[in-house]
């Protein structure tokens, strides 16, 4: 029983004709579909990914309109990292983009709401999950996700839930790897800020990764067992 990397990453957005701009407009991904938060149906639930809507590529955003600027503190996810296929694709992206912070194999930026996110050049035997876009040539686009960097002042913490009842492999000092047959993906630690984490737009809700559907309850009695507090089993439909 194995977990295929990242299923989803959600965030929250203030702006949901401005996070559609960004995120299917500038980035080029496609727009899978446009629904509501089926925790409150009141708000809109945006899915953002590859051609096929594939796990592995699923950015969605719940729209709060007119929400306060949120904060990533402690425990809380702040940067997303996305795979692209060369340092030529980096090169189109920071024109692109028009700036951000560029490292060898790496280009950092934000959303218009301040959600961090970074394009990062990986080699890879996953398949690459990519959209269409017209401004975008296909060996340019976002291929996947990579990992997710949460903010931590004591990663050790975690280790038992991750490396016990989900499975990963330590991947470094401050990561660990979801590994399966088909995909993989990475979450890491980075050294919390002094501030406290405030939630809010341009912050990550939550990051889901990819099980079979006859599994989950058995991840569930896992998690349980670890000393976490999971949710039921609800289907999402």
Not at 137 to 147: D, L, R, S, V
Not at 169 to 177: H, I, K, N, Q
């Amino acid at each position: 029983m194995k977990l295929e990397g990242i299923h989803h990453v959600s965030s929250i957005t203030g702006d949901a004709q401005a996070n559609v701009d960004f995120y299917a407009g500038t980035l080029g991904l496609r727009l899978v579909k446009k629904t509501v938060n089926q925790d409150d149906p009141t708000v809109y639930h945006l899915f953002y990914g590859d051609d096929k809507g594939s796990p592995g590529l699923d950015l969605t955003f719940f729209e709060y309109p007119g929400a306060r600027p949120g904060r990533a503190g402690r425990g809380m996810i702040h940067r997303i990292v996305l795979r692209v296929g060369s340092e030529d694709a980096l090169d189109f992206w920071e024109r692109r983009l028009q700036g951000g912070r560029r490292s060898r194999g790496a280009l950092e930026f934000s959303d218009p709401e301040g959600l961090g996110l970074e394009l990062r050049v990986v080699a890879t035997p996953d398949a690459p999950l990519t959209a269409s876009h017209p401004e975008i040539p296909a060996k340019h686009a976002i291929q996947g996700f990579e990992e997710v960097r949460a903010y931590t002042s004591s990663p050790d913490a975690s280790r038992e839930l991750l490396e016990g009842a989900l499975g990963w492999e330590r991947s470094g000092d401050t990561s660990w790897e979801a590994h399966g047959d088909g995909r993989a993906g990475r979450y890491a630690y980075d050294v919390a800020p002094g501030h406290h984490g405030m939630p809010g737009a341009g912050t990550v809700h939550h990051v889901a990764w990819a099980s079979l559907d006859d599994q989950q309850v058995a991840w569930r009695d896992r998690v349980i067992a670890a000393g976490a507090q999971p949710t039921p089993v609800i289907d999402r439909y």
